[in-house]
């Protein structure tokens, strides 16, 4: 069982940035691949960036390429999310994710592929 603790969410206005953060409550984090997940009203849950378990190989949605960074640091069981150039349209409850490994390259962009969920911190632009 892996416990997810994501925080960093609030407030911020169209233009600013942000950094989310979650970590895991496990010993053998550099065994699961990590994603971050939005969603926001009537929308679907999407994958906005995963990460392999040694930071090989990345995954990132199109509407934030170029603007988000996703990051770990295994010693600290931590993955960060980096947000720059926010915009309204990422407003939503940002979610952690864990996906156990298949292999060092192994980046899943389907919820389905996930196996533990945080809570979820909620992130709300202002224009």
């Known amino acids: 069982q892996v416990q997810l603790a994501e925080s960093g969410g609030g407030l911020v206005q169209a233009g600013g940035s942000l950094k989310l953060s979650c970590v895991a409550s496990?010993?053998?984090?550099?065994?699961?691949?990590m994603g971050w997940f939005r969603q926001a009203p009537g929308k679907e849950r999407e994958c906005v960036a995963s990460i392999s378990w040694r930071s090989g190989s990345k995954y990132y949605a199109d509407s934030v390429k170029g603007r988000f960074a996703i990051s770990r640091d295994n010693r600290k069981n931590t993955v960060y999310l980096e947000m720059n150039n926010i915009t309204p349209g990422d407003t939503a409850v940002y979610y952690c994710a864990a996906a156990r490994t298949r292999g060092p390259n192994y980046y899943p962009s389907h919820h389905r592929e996930y196996d533990y969920w945080g809570q979820g911190t909620q992130v709300t632009v202002s224009s």
């Open positions: 496990t010993r053998a984090f550099t065994n699961y691949a």
